[in-house]
């Protein structure tokens, strides 16, 4: 299946290609992450980071390194301060902080590559295309319907937000969220850490 571009985006000093797919396997989709390959020839890096993909049903990813304890429904943050690299994700902090914000759809540690969702509900579908929303979003466990959602009190966790310096704008909780999973809707999160608004 050929694939289209549909727009290109300034990311940083970095223009990142979107690209639109149908069937988001024949990229290297986004529940894969991209270790080391066992000859040694490579890094494991299948695609350029920060590279941004649109599934069939509108959700929007992000390709990223991964780095220590980053598991499958993670909040995570890149492009902050802290990072060696704007392409690095760290599991989202539990103190203030600032950067962009992105779910995880597959563990992804440190000298490994995957997929992270930043626009659409979390997660998108797993799996074959078309499929069902699975809940995997690491969110405290209580209702969080339609409320903005903040830095928990785990590292790569989200919890009801109050408003605070922790808050994720553009983060909103769908549902009630149960053994600390959940759903959200996101629409380019980031976490602003200096002050509310």
Request: contains cysteine; proline residues 6%; charged residues 5%.
């Amino acid at each position: 299946m050929a694939q289209s571009p549909i727009a290109a985006r300034p990311l940083g000093h970095v223009l990142a290609s979107v690209i639109s797919f149908e069937d988001l396997s024949q990229f290297d989709g986004p529940t894969t992450v991209s270790g080391a390959f066992n000859d040694g020839s490579s890094t494991g890096k299948r695609n350029p980071l920060g590279t941004r993909v649109i599934d069939a049903l509108g959700n929007e990813y992000i390709y990223l390194s991964g780095s220590a304890s980053i598991a499958q429904g993670d909040f995570v943050l890149y492009n902050n301060a802290t990072a060696n690299s704007p392409f690095v994700a760290i599991q989202l902090p539990t103190a203030a902080t600032s950067g962009c914000v992105a779910v995880a759809m597959s563990a992804c540690v440190a000298s490994c590559f995957g997929w992270f969702q930043i626009f659409g509900i979390t997660p998108g579908p797993l799996g074959p295309w078309p499929s069902t929303y699975t809940a995997i979003a690491n969110i405290a466990t209580g209702s969080s319907n339609g409320l903005v959602l903040a830095a928990g009190s785990a590292a790569g966790r989200a919890q009801l937000g109050p408003v605070t310096t922790k808050n994720i704008f553009g983060a909103v909780g769908i549902g009630n969220a149960a053994s600390n999973v959940g759903q959200a809707f996101l629409s380019y999160p980031f976490e602003f850490g200096s002050a509310t608004i």
